[in-house]
């Protein structure tokens, strides 16, 4: 895995806890990327390695610097260092770009209707891809379903209304807020939660949905509902792509999980971890003080892969598509124990 170190040449506050950094690209090796992709940030905070992914808010070949926004979190540790450390001239440690919520091989055509669905920082890597193919006339026209609050907690609404005022054709917005008061005046702007009665009002509105591809960030109850009245309209699952921030796991899918000691195997040296009923073997491995490789932490990158050499897990991930592995490679940070004897060696 290519590491680098960008410093950090602004940072913008764009609603009352979300930010953007902006990072300087090196001047010798420019760091590339598609949009859609994201940006791993490795932090030492309290003596202790984190490492978290940031979707890219800038765009390949438009901006000249790479962007990041970043939301807090309550009580996270990354998302409020960030907002409240970070300052301009830092110097920060990050992975190679990675991720496959991206424009290209999609089967996309200059036929395609793009369908953004997003809410709250779920918006970061949607813009990114609305800069891109509106700038590259991927597709033949471009819709925006973005769910907020209100107004004031919608991030980078100043530059998706600069984008619809400079590709008025090819681009259009809905915007869904909780507390908004509906006008008549702003047709666009719609009171509520993006649900599925109101996927369906806005499908309504987008006519023939054949050449549609929809692309879908934002807290699991958004993917879900815009997932079922895809798939109830006849929308095919080559034609949906989502981006998760954070895993969300049935806890029935741990029924048959208890806690046990397993043992971890890194650069020769062998450590037996206690692995606590719910926690994954990586979350298990990090709190050991371990220092285990990892990124997504939702079972998308690999990064965390381990060899099973004995006993079993099972995997517990919320992603539809599994990346290609070995029978005996497991991604740790969806991996629980289910028997006694597991051993894992990592590099
Ligand atoms: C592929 C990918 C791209 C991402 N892109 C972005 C992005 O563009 N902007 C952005 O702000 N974040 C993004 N994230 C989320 C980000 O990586 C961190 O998970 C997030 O900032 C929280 O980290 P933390 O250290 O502050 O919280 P932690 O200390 O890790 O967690 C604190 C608590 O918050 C919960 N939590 C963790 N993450 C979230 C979350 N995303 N939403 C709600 N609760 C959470 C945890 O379960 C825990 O209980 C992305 C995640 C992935 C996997
Ligand atoms: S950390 Fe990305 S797959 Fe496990």
Known sequence: MLQYTLKVAEIRQETQDTVTVVFKQPALK?????????????????????????????????????????????????????????????????????GDFTLENKGINGNSRLILWGAGSGITPLLSLAKFALHHQFARHLTLVYG??????????GQINELQKQYAEYFSVWHFHTKAIVDAAYPYLIQGRINPQTVLSVLKKEGDLGNTVHYICGPAGLKESVKKVLEEEGIGPKQIFSEEFKRVANPKDFENVITRTVSL???????????????????????????????????????????????????????????????????????????????????
Do not use: W
Request: net charge positive; aromatic share 6%.
């Open 30 to 98: 420019k760091i590339k990327y598609h949009s859609g992709q994201y940006l791993t940030l490795i932090f030492r905070i309290n003596n202790r390695r984190y490492i978290r992914p940031y979707s890219f808010s800038s765009a390949p070949g438009i901006d000249n610097t790479l962007n990041i926004t970043v939301k807090r979190v309550p009580g996270g540790v990354v998302s409020n260092h960030i907002a409240d450390c970070l300052k301009v001239g830092d110097i920060v440690e990050v992975m190679e770009p990675m």
């Open 148 to 157: 907020n609050r209100g107004h004031e907690s919608a991030i980078f609404s």
């Open 265 to 347: 195997i890194k650069g020769g040296k062998e450590h037996a971890i206690e692995v606590i009923k719910g926690k994954s073997i990586l979350e298990a491995g990090l709190d050991a003080m371990i220092d285990l490789s990892y990124s997504c932490q939702t079972g998308n990158c690999t990064v965390c892969k381990g060899k099973l050499l004995s006993g079993q897990l099972k995997s517990i991930r919320s992603q539809e598509t599994m990346p290609s592995l070995n029978k005996d490679e497991y991604l740790l940070c969806c991996s629980y124990p289910v028997t006694e004897n597991i051993q894992i060696i990592v590099d």
